[in-house]
């Protein structure tokens, strides 16, 4: 006896190109598009933290050259009221600064404003207050 259901069965002796494994050449390019998109991603987030750390940079040190100039304000014998200008150097930089001595609304009170700036802009202010005239 015959058993028809092999028979009916093609045979698969040689397979054809769709039934190969492996990628089609669609699916590799959606896959490297993929890619790509995330390795642009990447890339700009690793520049963008680079940005930052040079902004940090920046305000740190124009934080302690502020500090600086309010500390010499504050130990300075006397301190006319009016506006002063300068650049200090530090780490390899020059830092400009402005300080602006004013009366404050207390009577008796001065009051000190620092700011340093770089050439991105100004990077750091101090508010101080000192008894006037001392």
């Known amino acids: 006896?015959?058993?028809?259901?092999?028979?009916?069965?093609?045979?698969?002796?040689?397979?054809?190109?769709?039934?190969?494994?492996?990628?089609?050449?669609?699916?590799?390019?959606?896959a490297l598009a993929v890619f790509s998109l995330a390795a642009m991603a990447l890339l700009n987030l690793s520049g963008e933290s680079t940005r930052s750390a040079v902004r940090v940079e920046a305000r740190t040190l124009g934080g302690v050259v502020a500090?600086?100039?309010?500390?010499?304000?504050?130990?300075?014998?006397?301190?006319?009221?009016?506006?002063?200008?300068?650049?200090?150097?530090?780490?390899n930089r020059v830092w400009r600064w402005r300080r602006v001595v004013s009366g404050a609304e207390a009577p008796g009170v001065g009051r000190i404003d620092v700011r340093v700036f770089t050439d991105e802009g100004q990077v750091a202010d101090r508010v101080l207050f000192r008894a006037a005239g001392a």
Do not use: K, W, Y
Request: charged share 25%.
């Open 1 to 30: 006896m015959v058993d028809r259901t092999q028979a009916a069965r093609p045979c698969r002796a040689r397979s054809s190109a769709h039934e190969r494994p492996g990628f089609t050449l669609i699916e590799m390019l959606v």
């Open 67 to 91: 500090e600086n100039i309010a500390a010499e304000a504050m130990i300075a014998p006397s301190l006319p009221v009016g506006q002063v200008e300068g650049e200090t150097r530090m780490a």
